[in-house]
């Protein structure tokens, strides 16, 4: 079945370490984002990227960093400079054009 | 600045009935239109959508209106289930493949 992969569903990090969370689809999407969900809002968009090797700040970047060495692969790590960092986090791909992007079940991420 | 608004952050009807869920944006640049719905610890599924150049999108029990002098767009469910309460997002998309959500609507249908 074609979808897209999050994991792990529920991470936790000490104060002052990077963290990165994993993020795949087999579903030949060329474009990918990450979104940062915190109750009450909206998604907001961290990062995207229309194709490998290429990728753009969001909203909220800052704090934030990504790679895309492949097409099917965009982790996102939440580093230590990311102040607030506690929330889900959901990632999204899609094929372009008038369609729909599809997200994967997301990460919860907690600061101990 | 939020560019896409859902200013009603829940919505209860009774089963049976019209659910209507409202969505107004900013950006004149937006040139596709999505519904989404949420569970709790999980992503969005996609629900609906409209291309800018159309008013009305029909698929099932759901429709979607655009209604671009307003800048405003809509969802109908009718009728209304219980296994329709969730959350509901709209979505707008800027040529580049940039989406814009907004901050949801929390529908809950009362058997």
């Known amino acids: 079945d074609g979808g897209i992969t999050q994991s792990p569903k529920y991470l936790f990090r000490k104060e002052g370490q990077n963290v990165t969370l994993s993020c795949e689809q087999n579903?030949?999407?060329?474009?990918m984002y990450w979104y940062r969900q915190d109750p009450g809002q909206g998604l907001r968009l961290i990062y995207y990227?229309?194709?490998?090797?290429?990728?753009q700040k969001g909203d909220i970047a800052e704090g934030y960093s990504v790679s895309r060495e492949k097409k099917e692969s965009f982790p996102l790590t939440v580093t230590s400079a990311q102040k607030n960092p506690t929330a889900f986090y959901l990632c999204?791909?899609?094929?372009?054009?008038?369609?729909?992007?599809?997200f994967g079940d997301g990460t919860r991420l907690s600061i101990l | 600045d939020q560019q896409v608004k859902q200013n009603s952050p829940s919505l209860s009807v009774q089963e049976g009935r019209i659910s209507i869920l409202n969505c107004d944006y900013t950006?004149?640049?937006?040139?596709?239109f999505l519904w989404y719905k949420k569970y709790p610890a999980e992503g969005p599924t996609f629900l609906i959508s409209?291309?800018?150049?159309?008013d009305k999108n029909e698929d099932g029990r759901f429709t979607v209106f655009l209604n671009k002098s307003a800048k405003h767009l809509s969802l109908h469910i009718v009728p209304s289930q219980p296994g329709d309460s969730a959350v509901y997002f709209c979505?707008?998309?800027?040529?580049?493949?940039?989406?814009?959500f907004g901050t949801g609507t929390s529908l809950t249908v009362i058997p």
């Open positions: 950006n004149s640049m937006f040139d596709y």
């Open positions: 579903l030949n999407h060329d474009a």
């Open positions: 979505a707008a998309r800027l040529t580049g493949n940039q989406f814009y």
């Open positions: 990227s229309q194709i490998v090797n290429d990728f």
């Open positions: 409209i291309s800018s150049i159309k």
């Open positions: 999204a791909s899609s094929i372009g054009g008038h369609q729909p992007q599809h």
